[in-house]
Structure formats: structure tokens, C-alpha cells
């Protein structure tokens, strides 16, 4: 059995550090906030070359507070793509603001930076690219966009622990994380941050976070509860060191998938040029997805697909007027893409042993 990420393994190697942060927590008995909280904010922070980092208790609280804290809401529009995980458009709504989809680029799946413009409205006050399964978007464009128009950009980097476009880690502005367990840096739990350059926004979300506390009991701005547990941080903090051998490794099985599976009828994976894709999935295209993804199965690897539905065509946006048809490649792309296992314990051995069973099933169909 080939699972698509596999938790166990990665517990199995580092069960020492992770056991110990735990045991730490339980023993200091200071669940919420405090040290371990402060500790990690610092070292992620440092990490991926950022000043400022907010924990807080999910990737999607970390959407809906930033949004917030950048004044986003009632009557303004936020632009996005529909080809990502509902977590975005949940947080645009829950901020009082509307999602406007912008369609996605053919080659990279992000939101396509040409097509940005013309969904332009007086009502839109934000960009908000998703570096989708680690692919940095387009940044440098987009800032262009956002800078002619006088709109800000928050960077979903959920999926993009490690990535990096024009040599420097994402966010470049300001941007969410998410720690969900099966994230490239994952908690035992739902955990999330902000990080940013912005000292103010960054103590506005530090306060949101937490019922909106300058002091323990005064309130000065509207907040809620979303704060990190302990315990979380310190896994967070175990695992920490780790990361950048994780990525290192996600990228060479990226590699050897892409080796081995030249020469069949798939689109693999691609970056621009500047792009330092983090490989947080391995997402190949094919015709036949349905009977490649039923193959696989049979031979006991799994796969996934992120996402079947795009967020334009979901029951729960129906108000917004959207059909199919209005964006074609994300459309064609979501038919057609499935994430194939990776994580860095998988073997070289065992992606080959995958990429066998890809091959088998394309000479069987001639
Ligand atoms: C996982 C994910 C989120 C949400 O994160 P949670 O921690 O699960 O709330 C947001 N955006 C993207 C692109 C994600 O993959």
C-alpha cells in the first residue's frame, strides 16, 4: 500500500523530538499561548526569511482575520481563483466581502495574471493568489496589477511551506499558512499563521486572535478566539528544523517522477522560470484520469484529486451567478488532474514502482 502522504512514517522518524515537545507542554502546563506559542512565531518567521508572524488556530482563521485586519468586508470584492480548496472563498465571505473567480493559467493552475484585470470592479479592494500545491504564482505581475489599481495582495501560501519565486520565500507582502496534519509543515491538529511585513497589521491580528486584547482585560478592537494551542506549537517547533530536507526531498521525487513518467500521454507538472516550486503535490493531467486513478488503486496506491469541484460551480456559491462554462481551463484542468502520492519518506524504489504501473496501463490501452 502507497498512501498519498503518509503520517506515520513521518512520526516513526522523528518520534524522539516530537515526543519529548509534547511531554514539554504537558509538563510546563501552559496550554495557550506563552513560550512555545511565542517561540515557533519567531522561528517560522525566521525560517522563511519574514519579520512577522501571527499564529493562530487554522489556515482558514488565518484568511478570515487577515482579511479583516486589512479592512476588507461589507460591499468589496476580492479576487481569486476557483481552482483551490474552499477555505478562500469561505473566509472572503465570513469577512463580509464577495469572491470574484478569475480563471487559472493552463500551464501553472494558478490564477492567470492576464486575465486579472478585466474582473476589475470599484468594489475590489484585494488580490488573492494561492501558490497551489507550491507552485508560486505569479507575484511580480500581480503586484504590478495591485499597485495600478491601488489594491492589496494576500498571498494563500497554505500549500507552499519553502517555496520561493525570484529567489525569495513566499509571502513576498503578506500571506497565510496552514498546519492542517497533511500540510508540508503540519501540526496534530488544525493550527495556522500569518506572516507578514507589516508591523501594525501584524499586532492588529496578534489582538484579533485573541478577543482583541491590549491587555488581558481590555478590548479595543473586535476580535475572536483563534489561537494556537501549545502543544501544536511545539510539535511545530520539532518539526521546524526539518522542513527545508522535507522540501529538498519533495523536490527530487518531483524530479523522478517527472524522469520517469516523460514520454506518455500526461501533462506533468511545470514552473516559470523564476518559480521554486515546493512540491507540497505531485499533480499530473490525463485523459483517462478515472481509469489510471482505478489502476493505481488496484495496485494499492492511492491518489487524490485537488480539486474535483471548482469553487464557481459549488452549490453553496449559486447566488454569485456563476455556470459552467465561465472558466474553461479550470474547468478542463479539474477534470482532468490527480495528485499522485508524495511526501519524503517515499522511496525512489517506490516511485518508480508507481510510475511501472502508469506505464503498464498505457501499453495495455494501445
Ligand atoms: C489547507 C488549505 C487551507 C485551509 O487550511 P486549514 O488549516 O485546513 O483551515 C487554505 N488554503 C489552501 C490552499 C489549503 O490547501
Not at 503540519?186 to 501594525?200: F, K, P, Q, S, W
Not at 477534470?335 to 518508480?352: N, W
Request: glycine letters at 6%; proline letters at 5%; hydrophobic letters at 45%.
Amino acid at each position: 500500500m502507497i498512501p498519498l502522504v503518509d503520517l506515520k512514517a513521518q512520526y516513526n522518524a522523528i518520534k524522539k523530538e516530537i515526543d519529548s515537545a509534547i511531554k514539554r507542554v504537558i509538563e510546563n502546563a501552559s496550554f495557550i499561548g506563552g513560550e512555545e506559542v511565542i517561540k515557533f512565531e519567531e522561528e517560522f518567521a525566521r525560517a522563511i526569511d519574514a519579520p512577522f508572524c501571527v499564529s493562530v488556530s487554522s489556515g482558514t482563521t488565518a484568511l478570515e482575520i487577515a482579511l479583516k485586519a486589512l479592512g476588507i468586508g461589507k460591499g468589496q470584492e476580492v479576487i481569486t481563483t476557483p481552482l483551490t480548496f474552499i477555505a478562500i472563498s469561505e473566509a472572503i465571505v465570513n469577512a463580509g466581502a464577495k469572491p470574484v473567480f478569475v480563471d487559472v493559467d493552463e500551464t501553472t493552475y494558478n490564477i492567470d495574471p492576464k486575465k486579472i484585470e478585466q474582473a476589475i470592479t470599484p468594489q475590489t479592494r484585494a488580490i488573492l493568489p494561492v501558490h497551489l500545491y507550491g507552485n508560486p504564482a505569479n507575484l511580480a505581475v500581480i503586484d504590478i496589477i495591485a499597485k495600478k489599481h491601488n489594491l492589496l495582495v494576500l498571498e494563500d501560501c497554505a500549500q507552499a511551506h519553502g517555496a520561493a519565486r525570484g529567489g525569495r520565500f513566499v509571502p513576498h507582502a503578506t500571506g497565510i499558512f496552514s498546519f492542517f496534519p497533511g500540510k508540508t509543515l503540519g501540526a496534530y491538529g488544525d493550527a495556522g499563521a500569518i506572516v507578514t511585513r507589516d508591523e501594525a497589521l501584524a499586532k492588529r491580528m496578534a489582538a484579533m486572535r485573541d478577543h482583541g486584547r491590549t491587555t488581558k482585560y481590555e478590548h479595543h478592537i473586535a476580535g475572536t478566539n483563534a489561537r494556537m494551542d501549545a502543544i501544536q506549537a511545539a510539535i511545530l517547533r520539532a518539526k521546524l528544523p526539518f522542513l527545508a530536507s522535507w522540501v529538498a526531498s519533495r523536490r527530487k521525487i518531483a524530479s523522478r517522477y517527472t524522469e520517469m513518467l516523460a514520454g506518455f500521454p500526461l501533462l506533468l507538472p511545470s514552473a516559470e522560470a523564476d518559480a521554486e516550486h515546493s512540491f507540497h503535490l505531485y499533480v499530473i493531467r490525463a485523459s483517462n484520469r478515472s481509469q489510471l486513478m482505478e489502476h493505481l488503486k488496484e495496485a494499492g496506491i492511492s491518489t487524490g484529486i485537488h480539486y474535483p469541484i471548482p469553487l464557481h460551480l459549488q452549490p453553496v456559491y449559486a447566488h454569485l451567478g456563476y455556470k459552467r462554462g465561465d472558466f474553461p481551463i479550470t474547468e478542463k484542468v479539474s477534470d482532468e488532474i490527480v495528485s499522485l502520492p508524495i511526501y519524503p519518506e517515499l522511496t525512489f524504489e517506490q516511485v518508480d514502482f508507481i510510475c511501472e504501473k502508469i506505464r503498464e496501463l498505457f501499453s495495455r490501452s494501445k
